[in-house]
């Protein structure tokens, strides 16, 4: 399996809504990442789990919270966003510095 | 000026045609990855290079450690692949990446 999924694909929230991306891997990798994408523009690195363990952190405003319950899962919970907030959420993993598996993305829109 | 910068920008080219896109970057680096994204999103790893060449069928990467740059190439390109593609570089080890702007790719009938 070499795959990361995502979900949801969609997801169009208010500005007072809490909801969370979820983003799952099953490739054994130990490093699971989540970026952000606006159009016609790269990914933007948001957080990096390595081991579980938030090892970085690219000064992200603290309504988007990462999550890594267990080696497999990562999420993302979201509260209280910005319509500039809109834009693809990009989930990956890899095994430490070794290549990146990207999942398909969650496609958010925040009104 | 940004640590990755890649040529063109934006590249339109006939089926069949051979393909090269550049990407120059500014530091020292442990690896270079060459990226692919199609409209909709999804990211594929095309390759991960630290020195030499690497082909995976018709895409060819070539890196030039001492010069900082790399090149991907596309032989008998195909409407297909048509797409973004993307460098990107890790240093030291680390597993943060620094992109550059994409290269948007078209290739016509």
């Known amino acids: 399996d070499t795959e990361v999924t995502q979900t949801p694909k969609h997801l169009v929230m208010g500005m007072t809504n809490k909801k969370s991306l979820k983003c799952e891997q099953h490739m054994g990798h130990r490093a699971m990442y989540w970026y952000k994408q606006k159009a016609k523009k790269p990914p933007e690195l948001m957080f990096v789990?390595?081991?579980?363990?938030?090892?970085i952190n690219e000064s992200v405003p603290s309504r988007f919270s990462p999550e890594c319950p267990n080696s497999s899962l990562l999420n993302l919970h979201l509260h209280a966003l910005q319509p500039e907030d809109s834009a693809l959420y990009l989930c990956a993993s890899s095994k430490d510095t070794d290549t990146q598996y990207f999942g398909p993305g969650t496609r958010l829109t925040v009104l | 000026k940004n640590e990755v910068e890649q040529s063109p920008q934006n590249l339109t080219a006939q089926e069949g045609e051979f393909i090269t896109i550049n990407c120059s970057y500014s530091v020292g680096i442990s690896a270079l990855h060459w990226l692919q994204q199609h409209p909709g999103g999804g990211i594929v790893s095309l390759f991960m290079l630290s020195s030499g060449k690497k082909k995976h069928g018709r895409l060819i990467a070539t890196i030039n450690i001492q010069e900082k740059h790399s090149s991907l190439h596309i032989t008998a390109s195909h409407p297909r692949d048509s797409a973004v593609y993307i460098c990107a570089v890790s240093r030291g080890g680390a597993q943060k990446l620094v992109f550059g702007q994409g290269t948007r790719l078209t290739i016509n009938p």
């Open positions: 789990y390595s081991y579980e363990k938030l090892s």
